[in-house]
């Protein structure tokens, strides 16, 4: 029997591998093996099984690793399709969507030896030497290699060994595993022994009333110690079998809600049926769920599982990963069988996702939630998919398998012949344009529940308020009153402040030097409170200077407007206001972010400042008040989809007000006021604005008119990056002039964040319409030029352009 194997290495190629006699009852496709390959051994997973093969030398497997396979031939159709769609090799696709825990691979382990009375090391072997013996228990060997900084320090240890000073020893690491536990029982002779000790007698008591019991549990309740446990084991009265632990994540939440019987409106009742007929029929169903913000979509989502987990299928419910809230987990939990529930998310230990995965695939599990790695969750007799917020740009993941979990939901649901509804107040202009073209069926919710008015919306000029003030206020005069107007009625204020490129930087007032950070091309930001100034990109951070570095000159200017700058102007302006911050600072602590949202139910904060984090999803009832600082740097940002990022960004900023009984109202500050993405934005009107846009798409032929691939390039070599940029960029147009230039070649050129963490970058793009040539083109061009020192990856339809 021979198998084929996918290995997580960057080929992309699988390797034949023949099953010892003793193994192949237990190989499948689906489970890990471990086999050798080079030098060393590896994981991989078995993609295929055959009875010949016509190589030679096909190497042994060692190991099967799995005793239930992890996918199944029809799941692997679909992983395949993502590797040919993403250009990325089929095991590290695999390693990267199937949660096995770090790849058990083997390596080498030196530890000391007793000296032989006549040694005479050499002073390098000395070095070696002494380290190998500040580890008693000896080290893997690569840590010593890079521990000693000596050029050739695996040839000294190999030397050490021959001269009989260490020992070096071939160990494995550990692969994750299923997690068992000890389950005791009565061995049937037990039931009526009488020559019990009155220590013995409860255990015997508490089996025969409790039945099989966990080891541990049954010592905790007997007051029971190892020594008469053993000792009933040994008299033959006990048995001990081991039973699988399913390892969970917790779905506890402390804003907990009371579940309500909610009447869906006329509008919202359509668009349920619609879902639900498509859930019904076994056919594939995409469809776009248009609701402006609070016209109840979460509502219809739900009832549309309820229905579906009712008729026996399964469902997968993704959402952004910042908006999976307590508030969303407890409206959700409070419905439905909590023991049937898996959430997935990137905070969750891969042990509980590598147990939840396999509960999933044994049915044993209704209902996934999560972000955006939940989609690939093997549910069994799949019927809807929803993605929440379809819009939201953390469904792209940026690195390694650069996927879109929006598009990838629409390719399930087409393998697994589901529902797939989308659902958004604003959503992509893609979307939109497949379902005005009748690609995605189109459900539309136009009002707000309750019927509660859309929030006015003024837009300040912010080149008036300069002209005015001399120089630009962070609040204008408009949003001052409005704020105090609003701290009188006792009502709740947000201010949003975009954090991309918002924040603040430093300048010496006297040399003009820029406080920029060592590792990154990007400017130092100052953390006031903690007197520090923090790179945004590396980990780096340095005390807020005094001086200036360079001309050792004292006047420091800090320019822009952080959140917490914003703060201390408003702490200023309104002395009285209960002011809270909500940022990635201040709910980086567990469960920061759910006490900042109890406070403001309590109403025990007047005015919230957020970034981002504040638009998704968050239902805050008393806000009557939204003030969005500047809508100007999404505006400007070097990106196709400015326009649509900022329409988004501010249309979901001004949904968060006045969802509560009061009206709501929306300030936003810009130095563009006529920019049609905001004048759509007060007008509350998505369909012009998408026409205006898909217009401007159109002319400049860019998605959904044509495709994108960018190739990023990384080095921390520069002139080699450049070198590599230039070769690739020649080929990729001589390869563009032999398809009859019918794709267009953008760059190379430097990345506009040109360095971060010290590795240089440049990107190149091809756009075009033939998708299949220009995959053809990306990946000969990755396969040609990526190489140790400059690093390709790949992005096939990118959203982020930095
Ligand atoms: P969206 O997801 O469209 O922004 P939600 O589903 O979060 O809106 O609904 C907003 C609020 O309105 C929620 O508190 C929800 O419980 C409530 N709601 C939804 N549908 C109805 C309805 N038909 N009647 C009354 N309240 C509703
Ligand atoms: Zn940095």
């Known amino acids: 029997m021979f198998v084929s194997i996918a290995l997580n290495i960057p080929a992309d190629k699988c390797f034949t591998y023949e099953v010892p006699a003793n193994l192949q009852s237990a190989a499948q496709i689906g489970k890990r093996v471990f086999v050798p390959f080079g030098r060393r051994k590896r994981t991989g997973f078995i993609v295929s099984i055959s009875t010949s093969c016509n190589l030679d030398n096909v190497k042994t497997v060692n190991a099967i690793l799995d005793e239930e396979p992890l996918f199944d031939t029809k799941d692997l159709k ?32 030196i530890v000391p030896a007793p000296a032989p009375a006549d040694a005479a090391p050499t002073s390098a072997q ?33 030397s050490l060994q021959i001269a009989g000073l260490v020992r070096i020893v071939a160990k494995e690491s550990k692969q994750l595993a299923i997690r068992t536990q000890k389950i005791i029982d009565l061995e049937a002779t037990a039931r009526d022994h009488t020559k019990l000790t009155s220590r013995q007698q409860p255990i015997v008591d508490y089996l025969k009333h409790s039945g099989p019991t966990e080891l541990h549990a049954l010592m905790a309740a007997t007051n029971a110690t190892s020594a008469i446990m053993k000792k009933l084991l040994e008299k033959g009265l006990l048995t001990v079998s081991d039973a699988e632990v399913i390892r969970k994540a917790s779905l506890r939440s402390t804003l907990d809600r009371p579940f309500q019987d909610i009447a869906l409106n ?46 026996g299928g399964t469902a997968i419910y993704l959402v952004p990963e910042i908006a999976l809230t307590p508030q969303l987990i407890s409206r959700i939990t409070g419905r439905f069988d909590g023991d049937k529930i898996a959430v997935i998310h990137s905070g969750i230990a ?32 799949l019927k809807l998919i929803i993605v929440d917020e379809e819009h939201d740009a953390s469904y792209k993941q940026d690195d390694r398998l650069c996927y879109h979990a929006r598009d990838l939901a ?11 509804v989308l659902g958004s107040a604003t959503p992509g202009i893609r979307t939109f344009y497949n379902a005005r073209t009748k690609k995605y069926a189109h459900l539309e919710l136009t009002k707000r529940v309750n019927d509660n008015p859309m929030p006015r919306i003024d837009i300040v000029d912010m080149k008036a308020q300069k002209e005015m003030h001399g120089k630009t ?13 609003t701290l009188n009625k006792k009502e709740q204020i947000l201010l949003f402040l975009n954090k991309r490129g918002f924040d603040t930087f430093l300048v010496c007032g006297d040399c003009g030097y820029n406080f920029h950070c060592p590792n990154c091309a990007v400017a130092l930001k100052s953390h006031l409170a903690e007197n520090l100034v923090k790179c945004h990109y590396c980990d780096y951070s340095q005390k807020a200077m005094p001086l200036c570095p360079k001309c050792r000159g004292s006047r420091i200017l800090n320019y822009g407007t952080g959140t917490q700058k914003l703060e201390r102007e408003l702490e200023t302006l309104f002395p009285g206001a209960h002011i809270c911050r909500m940022d990635s600072d201040t709910t980086a602590g567990k469960g920061s972010q759910e006490k900042i949202l109890s406070a403001l139910e309590h109403k025990e904060i007047d005015i919230l400042v957020g970034t981002q984090m504040v638009t998704k999803g968050h239902d805050f009832p008393a806000i009557t008040l939204v003030g969005v600082i500047s809508a100007d740097t999404s505006l400007n940002m070097p990106d196709f989809r400015a326009s649509e990022k900022t329409f988004q960004m501010l249309t979901q900023v001004a949904g968060r007000g006045g969802r509560g009984d009061a009206a709501g109202r929306v300030i936003i500050q810009t130095f563009n006021p006529q920019h049609y993405a905001l004048k759509h934005t007060r007008s509350h009107n998505y369909k012009s604005f998408y026409e205006e846009e898909i217009e401007f798409r159109k002319a400049l032929t860019y998605p959904p008119f044509s495709q994108i691939i960018n190739l990023r390039l990384s080095s921390t070599k520069q002139t080699i990056l450049a070198q590599t940029a230039e070769e690739l ?74």
Not at 278 to 288: I, W
Request: with cysteine; glycine share 6%.
């Open 78 to 109: 679909f992983y395949q399709w993502i590797a040919d769609y993403f250009i990325y090799p089929l095991g590290k696709t695999l390693a990267e969507l199937i949660p096995s825990g770090s790849e058990k691979k083997d390596f080498q382990w």
């Open 126 to 158: 000395k070095k070696i030497l002494d380290l190998v013996n500040s580890h008693p228990r000896g080290l893997a060997l690569n840590d010593l290699i890079r521990q000693s900084d000596l050029k050739n320090a695996a040839l000294i240890a190999r």
């Open 266 to 311: 006329d509008e919202q009742k359509k668009a349920l049926e619609n879902i639900c007929r498509f859930t019904g029929d076994g056919a594939f169903h995409p469809a776009l769920l248009h609701g402006v913000t609070g016209s109840g979509k979460t509502e219809v989502y739900l009832m549309a599982i309820e229905h579906v987990l009712k008729t």
């Open 350 to 381: 891969e042990s509980v996702r590598y147990d939840q995965w396999r509960q999933i695939r044994r049915g044993r599990i209704n209902l996934v939630i999560g972000a955006r790695s939940a989609l690939f969750a093997p549910l069994p007799d």
């Open 410 to 420: 629409v390719v399930k649901a087409k393998f697994a012949n589901a529902a797939c």
């Open 473 to 485: 206020p962070i609040l204008s005069d408009a949003l001052i009153a409005a704020i105090k107007e």
């Open 729 to 802: 960029g020649r080929e990729a147009r001589a390869l563009c002039m032999r398809h009859g230039n019918t794709v267009e070649i953008i760059g190379p050129a430097e990345s506009p964040l040109a360095k971060i963490r010290g590795e240089h970058r440049m990107q190149m793009m091809i756009k075009g319409k033939d998708s299949r040539m220009m995959h053809q083109i990306a990946a000969k061009l990755m396969g040609e030029h990526a190489t140790s020192t400059v690093k390709i990856t790949i992005d096939v339809d990118p959203e982020n352009f930095m």
